[in-house]
């Protein structure tokens, strides 16, 4: 099959607030060798982020989003609180 076994560098996160739907995600750091050939196809390019180097100490910057928790019996989908990586919210 000519695949490696081999993950880019990554980092997990659980997060989780009342009200909302627990997050299980990760995010990968760019320039890894391994990005383009994730052994188990979990990159996604929202996920890439580069650190930065902040006061002596590589820095990441990302803002996660929580999809409501959906009221029992209702048909409804749940909401998003929305969020993007590239500014912070308020």
Do not use: C
């Not at 760019?30 to 390019?45: C, H, I, N, T, W």
């Not at 999809?67 to 969020?83: K, N, Q």
Request: aromatic share 12%; net charge positive.
């Amino acid at each position: 099959m000519g695949r490696h076994p081999f993950r880019p560098a990554h980092v997990h996160f659980m997060i989780s607030a009342r009200g909302y739907r627990t997050l299980i995600t990760h995010l990968f750091f760019d320039r890894d060798e391994y990005l383009q050939s994730d052994a188990v196809f979990g990159v996604k390019p929202s996920l890439v982020v580069r650190p930065e180097l902040k006061g002596g100490i590589n820095a990441v910057e990302y803002n996660f989003g929580l999809a409501r928790e959906l009221d029992p019996g209702s048909a409804r989908s749940p909401g998003f609180v929305a969020a993007n990586n590239k500014k912070p919210l308020r």
